[in-house]
């Protein structure tokens, strides 16, 4: 009879390191397969997740603008982890060749209600996702007055649209460009001039 060691008992490596702080920032691949990969549907999750879903089609079912969710709880409960695997699910961006709904139709093979309505909130929208922390984003005198949290969302979506992060002024001239399907033109006029590349100077 062969005795086995501990670690043998487990379907996967025990001794790998299991990260404590999910950071929301942090988006390349190895981390986006690991955190979908690790990530375990509890019962409690599992409610979470349904009444996410269930109000996301409601608004994709009647042509609703907006939906808002608020994830709250106590420290350590892993909101955060919570809210990057809502985002994954929802821009579904295949990882090492696997989507993150390929990996719930494993996770969640036993509730085929709840897989089909994730399945139809992602095959019935496109999103583009913008997972950034505020605090990490924020100029430093953002802290100091009312509109500061709207700043940093206001840096990230230009950002996220490919406009100037830094100079709001800058970013509203790019899109007047992009609007008047001039933005094209301008860069290569711009890089005819100077020989640079206006993505990299209009800083």
């Known amino acids: ?18 990260k404590w702080v999910i950071m929301a920032e942090q988006a390349d691949d190895n981390t986006i397969y690991t955190e979908l990969e690790e990530f375990v549907v509890t ?13 996301y089609n409601n608004v994709n079912d009647n042509n609703k603008d907006t939906i808002w969710a608020w994830i709250s709880w106590f420290f350590g409960s892993w909101k955060s982890h919570l809210l990057k695997i809502l985002s994954y699910l929802l821009e ?18 036993d509730d085929q209600l709840l897989l089909w309505d994730i399945t139809r909130a992602v095959s019935n929208t496109n999103v583009d996702v913008m ?29 996220k ?10 970013a509203d001239f790019e899109h007047t460009l992009f609007m008047r399907w001039n933005y094209d033109k301008f860069k290569e006029t711009f890089k005819s001039i100077s020989w640079k590349n206006w993505d990299d100077e209009k800083d």
């Open 92 to 109: 579904n961006r295949e990882v090492k060749w696997k989507t993150p709904l390929a990996f719930f139709n494993e996770k969640l093979k």
């Open 161 to 170: 649209l490919g406009y100037c992060s830094d100079i709001p002024w800058l």
């Open 43 to 55: 019962k409690e999750i599992h409610k979470h997740i349904k009444n996410f879903f269930d109000s």
């Open 1 to 18: 009879m062969t005795i086995s060691k501990i670690k043998d008992i487990y379907n996967k490596d025990i001794s790998e390191k299991v």
């Open 131 to 159: 997972l950034f922390n505020i605090d990490s984003r924020a100029w430093k005198n953002s802290k100091n007055h009312k509109d500061g949290i709207l700043e940093v969302f206001i840096k990230v979506f230009n950002e």
